[in-house]
């Protein structure tokens, strides 16, 4: 990872003092690196000039800069759109779990302030909904200048709760949502399954368009211990002795299986699903959440 | 009781290693950590062992793995069995009570066991203690041992008894039971100058410090130390050990009846004899008995057995009996001795020797051969399968002797020349007169030299016979010689006024029984005993017991050691001094004999082995566990 993306390593952003820098250097970097994408086009801020190639769409050709001097530049330039979102982020306590040096909850806090960072910049509504079993913060949407400062603030007073009942805040909140828009969800779904997707499929019961970013921990993929302990479950204090070698493959199974479980419930219910492994750079989630709209739109 | 004792105690050190094991099974039970996960729902159970049974097959495994690391050192240090109870690296304080009869004086024995007492408390804390008691034996009574309270408990049990007293044998138990660890001795005895035996053996190692608690006795001690009977009267002696002036009364029981009663009266140091007269038969158990309160008891009693002793079998071979002379003069010889009772002489001519069979041949304490020319050969074949079985045999030469059929007779060429020496008024010269046939001869002197011999058959000169009396001329005249088991003596001359005027000499008496005596000398059924030297089947106490069945039954006696009753004491250093000590090379044949026992016992081999069974249980635990 080289220039301005090695931002976007989670690891890295982490160093930086404030949740507002984080959600700044998140984006522009990713922004910056988007201009070698092809995901150009999606806002309705300037972005650049370049020069006409046949082909390109002609109602994108800036006519006064060709007046001035007599070459042809097509101007890119972002979107603007009316959109409102809604962050959900799970902060139950197996959020708090991290192999490396953030833990899910961080990695999810940092993605939460990227998107807002981002909705903001795109003029779009966003508000931010904090839950563990029961909604423990929540920050209304708005599109109001200084509400992206509000909901970077909420993400910085964020603390681990209890344990996870992902169903329960989705129905409530489903309730809650009247106007049309979109719902992410940020959260490691270490819940029951079917419960979780009840939850989701309540938002599009009612026409509103989820993305789901599973926040996972790369322990909690690959099961990579090597001695024998007693594992304590962080939510239930559950414990299970075991012998790595001996669940390992049986554990992995499981996991992906469950993991398949999500993509295929979500994939047929119309909600985008995006795993997110927290060693991965957060600039996966972003353009997860940028297809999404662009598919909302 | 057994202890185990170790041939290479240095290789225990290798038990140490038992601690590797261990410290691994702490330090894994150390990186037994809980670890928080939050998808332990996921989690499976199955596989994974329950954590108790896994930690009782950890603790299985480590046992096992303990046990193989101690049974591998144990096995180098070659353990053996040996006869302590106590560590055999462990110091030892022996305590030796002296149980003799010189203990047995009223409330000396209880001044013994209060020594012994002391001795027991005053051990080192860290000294294993052990218990010995000596008289004429010494006995193990507590091996080394932590427990005091059984030492003093068998102190408490200990009595005096009426046996003599063995130093030197204490001693040597003592070494014993010390063996190569340090020791230290704590003797409790009166100091009894008789303990001192000559003939024993026994010591203690150099360094094996010696504590001596001298025991005081009485101050006067009188002891029964003789009876006998002379006809119809028992004679004692009593004798007086003090130094002051002793009277007391002498009682004669006889079969537990008072016959007869009498005062004895004794100067200091010095014995009086008793002659006392009673009514008794011809057989029974007697007993004489003094009153002694201040010395020793078991001295008191003295026993005797009033049956006459029973006779000993000898048979002479003449060549014809019914020439009245062959053999009367050795008859009628050993007639007299013992008071008539002691020899029964059988006369046979050859012929009727011949119908005898070897069975009643070995039952004669001796044979003289007199005559062999009516001797046939089963007769021969008899006499040479006696004397060569272990018999004894006296064997004359004189006319009635066939020297070309001897060799048949006595089994061997006894180098006799046939033709006959004359030798006019040659007399007999004891060689050596502290023999035991001629010890009789000793006073008067020159009684042999009233023999007179006319004619005798003369010797070559052979290896192993020993001349015991020649005649004036040179020649011999009674050689000693082992032919097989048995022994030959061979008198040059005749018994039968033939060849000598011998038996007509007032010393062929004193020489017929003496020899006599001495042919039979073991064969004779002894009555009278002393201890602690008392036949098989009697009991090591004072005391009249029947022993024996049928016709070889007879009464015997066992008396105590009058040398016990000695008031004579040595002084602690004598005491000292007197010790035999062997320096540390002298271990040598202690750890000889725990090499010999470990070599019998073989125990590194089944140490061994059971390690190797702990391996391959712990290979098999340990698999299970992977």
Redesign the interface.
Known sequence: MAGEARYLDPAIVARLATIDLKARTIVEGFLTGLHRSPYKGFSVEFAEYRQYLPGDDLATLDWKVYARSDRHFVKKHEEDTNLTCHLLLDVS??MG?GSGPITKLQYGSYLAGALAYLMNRQRDAFGLIAFDNRIVSLVPASARTGHLRAVLLALERLKIGAGTNVAKPLRDLAAAVRKRGLVVLVS?L?DEPQSVLDGLKHFRYRGTDVVVFHVI?P??LTFP?E??????????A??????PS??RQ??VE??QA?IAHYKRELGLAGIDYCLLDTSQPLELGLMAYLMTRRRVL | MFGISFLSPLFLIGALAAAVPILLHLFHRK?????????????????????RR?QLRELILLALRIAALVLLAVSFARPYLAGAAAPASAPVTVVVLDTSMSLSAPGQFARAQQAAWQAVASAPAADAVALITFSDAATVVVPPTSDRNAVRSAVSAATAGAGGTRYRTALASASEVIGVRAGRVVIITDLQQAGWEANDAGGLLDGVAVRVVAVAGPTGNLAVTSAMRRDRSVMATVQNYGPDEARSLVTLMVDGQQAEQATATMAPFSASGVELRGTFGDAGAAQVVIEDTNGYQPDNVRFLALDPSPAVAITAVVADPTGAVGGIYVERALAVAGGGGEFVVTVVDGRVLSKWTASELSRQAAVVILGTRTLDRHGRELLKTYLVGGGQVLLTLGPDVDPGTLTDVIGIDAGVMPAPVRSTDATLVATDSRHPIFRPFLLPSGALGDVQVDQHRRLRDQAGRVVLARLSGGDAALTEQAVGQGRLLVFTSDFDNQWSRFPLQPSFVPFAVETARYLTRGRQQRRDFTLPDVPAGVPAAPGTVSSGEGVTARRVVVNVDVRESSLSATSVDEFTNNITRTNRAGDRAVVDGARVAEERQRWWQVGLLMMLVALVGEALVGRRAA
């Open positions: 306590g197996s779990y490691d270490l921990d322990y909690e211990f001695q024998s302990a007693r594992f304590r479950d962080i939510e239930t559950q414990e299970v002795m075991a012998v001996a669940v049986d554990y499981r996991m469950r | 990186t037994d950590v809980v670890i928080d996960f939050p998808a332990v729902s996921l989690l499976t159970r199955a596989p994974v062992p329950h954590r896994r």
